[in-house]
């Protein structure tokens, strides 16, 4: 089991989303990845549902504001990146052509975080980490294990991230096609394919690590999930299905087969 304890700043650290239906969400998500579920109050109002594994701190969500609901945002889950410090980050993302959509806010002794929008449209956030780090555990089912943004404008991304966090990219051939991944240093954070999910409005999906695929997407289905993208095998790496939740926000579910 890897504790996570600390994160360097570039790192993606934590992942949270807003829904229309929190009992909904708890019902779909515990079903599928067996996760305990503990509501806790928000400095801003509101419960925060936090999942754990193995008690280890894994992800969270939230009842969509009525202000998020007024700009007809979707149910989506949403990558938070590590900073030493959000004014300064927001400040070099904005000048390299990103969006504030959330401004800076205070989560109590937590951390304080932004939500911004890339120059295509993808929501991410960061977080300025106070008591809290970010995710606990990683490596097991249930878990985060991977970000993979859908945008139709690669190129335009890959410069605004590089910009922003210092991540560099390296590429490799998955399914016939050349994959990006963004990398810190020597670890590699997340990745970005060159063809969008036509589907899909410019977006990071987020993949979660189960034992078996297509068991999973079986059973995403039964708990009245959707899938966007079939089954799909990396040979001798991977197997990984895109789905959507019943509130519906996309997600994916994956494999590893190192």
Not at 185 to 199: A, F, H, L, N
């Amino acid at each position: 089991m890897a504790a996570t304890k600390k994160y360097k700043a570039g790192e993606i650290c934590w992942t949270d989303m807003g829904t229309t239906n929190t009992a909904g969400a708890k019902k779909f998500y515990k079903g599928l990845l067996g996760w305990k579920l503990t509501d806790n109050p928000m400095p801003t109002g509101g419960k925060y549902t936090l999942a754990t594994v193995g008690g280890k701190d894994v992800c969270g969500f939230y009842p969509m504001s009525d202000e998020q609901k007024k700009m007809k945002a979707p149910p989506m889950w949403v990558p938070y990146v590590s900073v030493k410090n959000l004014t300064a980050t927001i400040k070099k993302a904005k000048a390299a052509g990103g969006t504030v959509v959330s401004p800076p806010m205070a989560m109590g002794h937590l951390g304080r975080m932004a939500v911004l929008l890339d120059p295509t449209g993808a929501a991410f956030a960061l977080w300025q980490a106070g008591d809290t780090q970010g995710a606990g555990i990683e490596g097991k089912p249930g878990t985060v294990c991977w970000q993979d943004l859908n945008t139709p404008k690669p190129a335009v991304s890959s410069k605004f991230y590089l910009k922003t966090f210092g991540w560099k990219t390296t590429t490799m051939e998955a399914g016939g096609m050349k994959y990006s991944m963004f990398v810190l240093g020597k670890m590699r954070e997340c990745g970005m394919w060159p063809t969008p999910i036509k589907k899909l409005p410019p977006s990071w999906i987020t993949y979660f690590q189960v034992a078996d695929c297509a068991k999973s997407v079986a059973k995403a289905k039964r708990l009245g999930g959707k899938v966007v993208m079939a089954t799909t095998h990396v040979p001798e790496m991977l197997k990984f299905a895109v789905l959507r939740d019943p509130q519906g926000a996309v997600f994916g579910v994956l494999e590893p087969q190192m």
